[in-house]
């Protein structure tokens, strides 16, 4: 493999320039020689950026990629100063090892914030290869070894451990600058060469642009001794611009984890340089962790080995049946976030969402605050128009959702939640203007089937949350007139009038306005969701509503015990209601070992990552719903793009069929699988209309 070969050279070229860095100890600052690491590669750098620029031409660069880059080049700054701070206090092979303890805060970040997760046997090669750099530490030249020796914090020990932080982080922004220029820049093609040595070249000058005012402030008058050591430092320069190259080659092939585990041997290499040409005592004592390390890389290759052979594949027969059904029923999706991408991203249904290259949009949502705004077409999503087509959706509710932040907090604010709502319905309107060869608003099931008959997909607005009203009946009433067809009472949030499954309970239910307002979204034929309400809002509502209610995103509680989820005499009363339950496909609802944050992190560690959660059970809950409250009375919700994970299967709005295709495998009727898919949903929307009609007379 090459990320193999890539990190090999890496590892063996750091190694050669922290021992030409080490010769610099004593002589000049450690500022200096941190300096001289990116300066002096600032050559070779920048003739192979003009080199490769000379006949392809000069890839342009964004501001997301320089922020990515600028943010890499600073952290590892930040590390190199670190870890020539710690040379200076420190044996060279004890700082060396502790500084590669990077691979865990690696595999930490790539888990929490990049959507990297290693197999099992990765994770068994990251730990073995710590503990090889933690047995380094246990035979410290000169000192006794023992675990308390170990795990001794002095400064040259904290500077190195700093310096991994640095390292692992710096990796990560670097491997995003990369992708970045890719997107921007698709003449660069799939390979990773081209775009790491154009982003080695800016972040090269980007660092030197940071040191150089840095080390003249600190050390004033020491630039000068640069002509004196200028041999060592092109060296230092040589191969810190090689091996870097080869580093930020290596992580678009592969697991920033996996690349950085098998750069382990650098610190086996570092031993050997430090017992020959530094002379340092313990060469033997270092076998065992010289040991361990070999054997930690090499589970890390078979961890990313070759994937496991794709299940066999469905009797072609009824594969063939299922992809036939599936075309001709007509599909309503309850429930989608791709709004708050449109609107606060500027993605457009007609870019390509799937790139697995682009970072999930999810993302944004726990980091938004550190993270510099994307473009549309630089994030991933679960739904674009071709998608849509693929997974043969035929009418799709988007979302509406002002998130609890734009709730007033006073009268200064009021207006925040109505206004974010409003604009939200502008931005799919602009998304309807702009592709109405594929796309139609729909206010009416009749609208719904005129529109899917025209070859389009038929669009409905879901208002979710009613804290969007703020109180007011006639805000309810301009959001219908704008379209909207549902309201879910709550979000996460209670309101004034509404508790929350997500919230603390202020009212025990609906308040008398509550009960006003699912009165007057019964008269302007307004579907009331029942989503994410608390128990008692639940049976307020339907002792008051006189139309049939759905749960437009919501699965059994009965199989996965969360609140958001429907207990079985939930179900029940929504089938002796009329209404229609509309299974969730988070996995955080339907997966019984993710209800609980704690329960999830055990798992995950205990798994050595994210426990996936089969299509299986997404189906199990479908089931489920049909057997509780009856075949008529289940449909589907998704919560694409409003959900960080999804089971196996159903990764985003493409493959629906593949919910067909299981269900059918379990001896689903055909006229049962229509009614699921879209014909309960419609259903509801008629009685609904039916009742406003009778109320209007």
Known sequence: MLWVLLTLAAATLQATRNALSRQLVGRVSPALTAWSRFAFHLPFATALAVALAWGDGWPTPS????????????????????????????????????????VVFGAALGIALFGEVPTALGWGGILLSTAGVLLMNLARPGESA?????????????????????????????????????????????????????????????????????????????????????????????????????????????????????????????????????????????????????????LVLLGCGPAAPPPDPPDPALAARAAALHRDALLMDGHNDVPSWILDYGFDLAMDGADPRKRPASLYWFLGWAL?????????TH???????????????????????????????????????????????????????ALALARTAAEVRATVASGRIAVLLGLEGGHAIEGSLDTLRAFHA????????????????????????????????????????????????????SDETFWDVLETTGAPVIASHSSARALADHPRNLSDEMLRAVAANGGVVMVNFSDLYLDPRKTRTWELAARWIAGFGRPVTPLALL?????????????????????????PWLPEGMEDVSRFPNLTLELLRRGWAEGDLRKLLGENALRVMERAEAVSAEEMR
């Open 63 to 102: 501001a997301p990629f320089f922020a990515w880059a600028a943010a890499g080049a600073v952290a590892q700054v930040l590390g190199n100063l670190a870890l020539v701070a710690a040379f200076q206090v420190s044996s060279f092979s004890q700082s060396v090892a502790l500084h590669k303890l990077e």
């Open 619 to 643: 189906a199990d809950h479908v089931e489920h719903v049909a057997r509780v409250a009856g075949v008529d009375h289940v449909g589907l919700g998704s919560d694409f793009d409003g959900v």
């Open 372 to 380: 510099p705004a994307p473009r549309g077409d630089a994030i991933g």
């Open 146 to 298: 023992g675990w308390g020796r170990a795990f001794h914090f002095d400064r040259g020990t904290s500077y190195a451990l700093l310096c991994g932080v640095c390292f692992a982080l710096a990796s990560f922004l670097f491997k995003e600058a990369i992708e970045v220029l890719m997107a921007r820049n698709p003449e660069l093609g799939p390979g990773r060469f081209r775009p790491a040595a154009h982003t080695v070249f800016y972040v090269a000058w980007i660092q030197v642009a940071v040191m150089t005012p840095a080390v003249a402030w600190m050390r004033p008058g020491e630039l000068g001794r640069v002509t004196a050591l200028w041999r060592s430092m092109l060296g230092i320069g040589l191969t810190g611009f090689l091996g870097t190259l080869c580093w930020l080659w290596a992580f678009g092939l592969t697991l920033v984890a996996y690349v950085r585990a098998a750069g382990q041997v650098e610190a086996a290499i570092s031993i050997a340089i430090a017992a020959l040409v530094f002379r340092e005592a313990g060469l033997r004592r270092q076998a065992p962790a010289i040991a361990a390390i070999v054997g930690g890389v090499a």
């Open 482 to 533: 704008r379209g909207v067809r549902y309201m879910t009472l709550t979000w996460s949030n209670g309101n004034e009038w509404a508790d929350s499954s997500g919230d603390e309970p202020r009212h025990g239910g609906l308040t008398d306005f509550g009960r006003d307002v699912v009165r007057e979204m019964n008269r302007l034929g307004m579907l009331v969701d029942v989503s994410h309400v």
């Open 383 to 437: 739904t674009d128009l071709a998608r849509l087509r693929s997974g043969g959706v035929d009418a799709q509710w988007l979302s509406i959702w002002p998130h609890s932040d734009y709730v007033p907090r006073g009268p200064h604010e009021a207006g925040r939640a109505t206004a974010r709502a409003m604009a939200m319905i502008e931005a799919v309107e602009e998304q309807l203007r702009r592709h109405p060869d």
